[in-house]
């Protein structure tokens, strides 16, 4: 079976498990810039550079890795949310995409199968794309409302650079999360079709839209159902939340989602809100416990976290849903449906 009819066939057994936050998990390491830097001689610091790990402390993801993975993670994401031109030209190290996506993934592919060996139980991997910095739809300068900083074609190649790579290195899917302006979402869809033009086979692609207020919208003003219509031709394996809030916030946008969508619903909130310092404090019974509610409802297939998530968190979720029926998708009667920042579901 082809990667995308094996996520399907486990996900019709059970919800599936998908791992918790890269960052916040580096941060309780204490590296400094020398890990970061390690000896590629890169003429800017690199201390917050977390993709670079993969080259400098490979150790620190296998680690961070296995433990998602002892937790109960049947999806692996890679760490690679920056491993773009753009996002690593912060750091002056643009040259190195191609080798932080190819080790990234490797890390990630070798762990999956090591586990998968073990037990029989596929283990997959999802090639993590974020979104960014630049965005397409708005502009920079409240002074001219017409000026990007980049363009269409621009960023469907800086995309399909990193993409090419996460599938080389190992990837089964490639994951476009946190997608703040779905037209930057739009370009990564894009940049993958053309990788499938180019490797002839299918590559199928994961979407994960993050909410930036309370009704339920992203930064380019999308609506959870008016996201979905405008990416739904892209036949992703799964459609989701990610980010955002906690899950407590989360549920009516998950429910809706989950009524629309003919795709796997895959959900990975924050460990609830940051307090005052920045940190996450909500236990990983707590987010279980809410993550269940929406199993229990049949709104989702696949669980994780985001940011303040630990292996805690992932293997009581883990638990928290064992033995719950995954959720059935829907099957919409064939009609048009069209979106602005609202859906339109025209009238038949």
């Known amino acids: 079976m082809s990667a995308r009819e094996q996520l399907l066939a486990e996900a019709a057994k059970r919800i599936l498990i998908s791992d918790g936050a890269w960052g916040t998990q580096i941060q309780t390491f204490g590296l400094a810039e020398a890990d970061y830097a390690g000896d590629l001689g ?9 993709d670079i790990l993969a080259l400098t402390r490979p150790d620190v993801i296998e680690t961070i890795a296995r433990a998602y993975l002892d937790a109960g993670s049947d999806i692996l994401s890679t760490n690679t949310f920056s491993s773009t031109s753009i996002s690593q030209a912060d750091y ?18 070798r762990l999956a199968d090591e586990y998968a060996a073990k037990d029989g139980r596929p283990r997959f991997v999802a090639g993590a794309i974020g979104p960014t910095n630049k965005t397409l739809s708005l502009s920079p300068d409240v002074n001219d409302p017409g000026y990007r ?6 960023l ?12 080389e290195g ?8 946190t997608v703040f302006d779905t037209l930057n979402a739009k370009a990564a869809i894009m940049a993958v079709k053309q990788l499938e033009r180019e490797l002839g086979r299918d590559v199928p692609v994961m979407l994960s839209m993050t909410l930036t207020d309370l ?32 899950a407590a916030q989360l549920r009516p946008h998950v429910r809706a989602l989950s009524q629309i969508a003919d795709a796997l619903i895959m959900v990975y909130p924050n460990a609830g809100l940051p307090n005052e310092l920045g940190q996450y404090d909500e236990m990983p019974e707590t987010t279980a416990a809410l993550v269940r509610d929406w199993a229990e409802h049949g709104q989702v297939n696949v669980l994780g976290g985001c940011c303040g998530s630990t292996p805690a968190h992932i293997a009581e979720m883990a638990k928290a849903v064992q033995g719950l029926p995954p959720r059935q998708l829907p099957n919409p009667t064939p009609v048009t449906r069209l979106a602005g920042l609202e859906p339109f579901v025209m009238a038949v």
């Open 92 to 109: 002056g190290a643009e040259h190195l995409v191609r080798e932080l996506n190819l080790a990234n993934a490797g890390i990630a592919r």
């Open 42 to 50: 890169l003429a800017r610091e690199q201390k917050g550079n977390n």
């Open 215 to 246: 009704s339920g919208r992203n930064l380019s003003g999308h609506t959870v159902e008016a996201f979905w219509y405008a990416v739904r031709h892209a036949r992703p394996v799964t459609v989701g939340l990610n980010c955002s809030f906690g």
């Open 149 to 154: 900083e980049i363009d269409w074609d621009y």
């Open 170 to 177: 190992g990837a089964d899917f490639i994951l476009i999360e």
């Open 156 to 167: 469907v190649a800086v995309y399909l650079e990193q993409a090419a790579a996460l599938v």
